[in-house]
């Protein structure tokens, strides 16, 4: 087998392999983004978490502010505020404590907030050295302004970590939003893919393989000239071909086979027919050669006598001489009616007045001959479709034949009835019968069992030949008690074949 310029089943495994490429390259964009989208989320928390510690410091620094009055007159309050000021620094220190993990902030913003955080906790460490005991006049002022700076610091830093935390939330939003985007390019090109891989299989499968199927049925039914069309250089394409010449194979094999049994026909046609022309032939110069021999040796018997002067027996010699000559001639006539049969005539003929003109023609014949010859006078308006004469022809054949037979002092029969949508005719004799094995060739032109000189072989098959050509046909079998009986049946009149 040839291989295909474009294999289909590259052609599947490169679909496959694009198909797997766009999936991969969508997977590993969406995870990107998903990753980018954590990334921002967590930034997000961290942002918002130090943006509300900024606010709630800035407002415990403004209420300090507040009660700063009670300062100078009250040790106590000066305490708790040293106390509430180391609590405000611990909760600074914490807001320095970055984690990359907790919180991928930029690196300027965090440098920035890392530095504003160093300054707060500058003043703040400041302010708490001044706090032991009631505040002095001047102390008091420099704390004043320790406190302002503070309060001016803790404000930039809650307004640096409420913008850096509203930028995270936008950030996240415009992630989220590309996501989005990725997910549904990766979405669209994997669709498209897909699609195109299946017009391409419709394509280059289905639609093949539905005409190969289409094709192949039409060719079973008989539409041998049917062929597949080869578009495709794939494997389906080498199957069409394939297809193709298969059918030129199985076409080229039918005719050569055709042309085998018309040439066996012809020569079996002419081989039977030589076999046919053979056994005629032979029947033929058998029958003609009996008359042509005694013709010819009463002509020399005439001859010698002559020369001998001696014509006291030319009467019987001349006798001899026509009845061979006119039996030679029944012969050949006969073989003509059954070679070159009339052309059919159409005639019919009521059973009862059949019989009695059959009856008078040979009732006297065959009682000379010491037999009895018994009609059955049949039912009335029996109506045959065929035409008298010929009848006549078949039932002396058949009565002729039924005298050869029977013996001295028996009787043969002549009936006749209607037999479903048939008439029958029957010639009923008491002689040997005829056996089973005999019965297929006692109609063959030229068969006979009587002595030479006494029969021709040509009786049967000249009467089957005139009741076929009427539509009708010849049974025969055994007669009961013992003997034959040839039964003709033929249509009735107005139901001949047409
Ligand atoms: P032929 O009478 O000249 O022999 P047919 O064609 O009439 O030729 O008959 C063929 C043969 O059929 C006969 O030779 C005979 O053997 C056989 N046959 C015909 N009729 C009878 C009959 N009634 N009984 C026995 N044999 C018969």
């Not at 983004?33 to 978490?49: F, G, K, N, P, Y």
């Not at 009250?74 to 509430?84: K, M």
């Not at 040979?362 to 045959?384: A, H, N, Q, Y």
Request: charged share 30%.
């Amino acid at each position: 087998m040839r291989t295909p310029v474009l294999s289909f089943r590259r052609k599947v495994l490169l679909s496959l392999a694009l198909v797997a490429a766009t999936l991969s390259a969508g997977a590993l964009l969406v995870t990107l983004q998903l990753s980018r989208i954590r990334v921002d989320a967590m930034r997000v928390r961290e942002e918002t978490r130090e943006s509300l510690q900024a606010r709630e410091l800035l407002a415990r620094i403004r209420s300090l502010e507040a009660d700063l009055g009670d300062l100078a007159k009250d040790g106590l309050a000066v305490r708790n505020l040293h106390s509430e000021l180391v609590d405000m620094r611990r909760q600074l220190e914490g807001l320095l404590g970055h984690s990359s993990e907790k919180d991928p902030s930029r690196e300027s913003h965090q440098a920035e907030e890392d530095r504003l955080v160093t300054e707060l906790l500058t003043d703040f460490g400041s302010v708490i050295d001044h706090l032991h005991g009631p505040l002095q006049e001047e102390t008091r002022a420099e704390l004043d302004q320790v406190l302002t700076r503070i309060l001016r610091f803790a404000s930039v830093l809650s307004g640096e970590m409420f913008e850096e935390s509203e930028s995270a939330i936008e950030d996240l939003v415009d992630r989220s939003r590309a996501a989005r985007g990725v997910t549904l390019a990766v979405g669209a090109c994997v669709l498209v893919v897909f699609l195109f891989f299946a017009w391409m299989l419709y394509r280059d499968v289905v639609v093949p393989i539905l005409e190969i199927r289409d094709v192949a049925l039409r060719f079973g039914a008989g539409a041998t000239e049917d062929r597949l069309r080869i578009r495709r250089p794939d494997e389906l394409g080498e199957l069409a071909r394939t297809f193709n010449e298969m059918a030129d194979r199985i076409v080229e094999k039918q005719q050569v086979l055709e042309a085998r049994v018309e040439q066996r026909t012809r020569e079996l046609i002419r081989t039977s027919r030589f076999a046919d022309l053979g056994i005629l032939a032979a029947g033929l110069a058998h029958e003609i050669n009996n008359p042509l021999a005694s013709i010819a040796s009463c002509a020399e018997g005439l001859q010698k006598r002559a020369a001998r002067g001696e014509l006291d027996e030319l009467g019987d010699y001349l006798q001899t001489i026509a009845s061979e000559a006119w039996r030679a001639k029944d012969i050949t006539s006969r073989l003509l009616e059954l070679a070159r049969p009339a052309p059919r005539t159409r005639g019919e003929f009521e059973l009862g007045q059949l019989f009695r003109h059959v009856e008078r023609m040979l009732g006297t014949l065959v009682e000379k001959e010491g037999k009895r010859f018994v009609v059955e006078p049949p039912e009335d308006g029996i109506r045959v479709g065929c035409p008298g004469d010929e009848m006549i022809q078949v039932l002396v054949n058949l009565v002729r034949n039924a005298m050869d037979a029977s013996p001295a002092g028996s009787e043969i029969r002549l009936a006749g009835r209607r037999r479903d949508d048939r008439v029958a005719i029957e010639v009923q004799d008491r002689g040997p019968g005829i056996p089973e094995e005999d019965r297929a060739r006692i109609f063959d032109p030229f068969y006979t069992t009587k002595e030479p000189g006494k029969g021709t072989g040509l009786g049967l098959s000249v009467a089957s030949a005139i009741v076929e050509s009427h539509g009708g046909s010849f049974e025969v079998e055994d007669r009961l008690g013992g003997g034959a009986c040839f039964r003709i049946l033929l249509p009735p009149a107005g139901k001949e074949a047409a």
